[in-house]
């Protein structure tokens, strides 16, 4: 069984940071990618970041220039150093896990970011 377990998801001013954390654990083979999606209240779950094994990354183009994602192979943690917040970046966020013995999300973490 694998879980993924986010963290780091808060209240923040706009202008402001937050870095989010994504843990997997269980039982994983190999992980392809990683990365995160968010949902706005009466939104459809979009795309936000992906790292692949190797590192390459790929971010959506609202996000581009102000976030970050990276991981630690190691620890089996994925992040996201969140910057220049807008209020539009309101969202659950949820990490995403691909991996050879399948794909697996995680429970979600509110990020709020006030004007």
């Known amino acids: 069984q694998v879980q993924l377990v986010e963290s780091g998801g808060g209240l923040v001013q706009a202008g402001g940071s937050l870095r989010l954390s994504c843990a997997a654990s269980?039982?994983?083979?190999?992980?392809?990618?990683m990365g995160w999606y968010r949902q706005a209240p009466g939104k459809q779950r979009e795309w936000v970041a992906t790292?692949?094994?190797?590192?390459?990354?790929n971010y959506a183009d609202s996000v581009k220039g102000r976030f970050t994602i990276s991981r630690d192979n190691a620890k089996n943690t994925v992040y996201l150093q969140m910057n220049s917040l807008k209020p539009e970046d309101t969202a659950v966020y949820y990490c995403?896990?691909?991996?050879?013995?399948?794909?697996?999300w995680g429970q979600g973490t509110q990020v709020t970011v006030s004007s």
């Open positions: 269980g039982t994983i083979f190999s992980i392809n990618a």
């Open positions: 790292i692949t094994r190797m590192g390459s990354t």
């Open positions: 995403k896990m691909v991996a050879s013995n399948g794909g697996y």
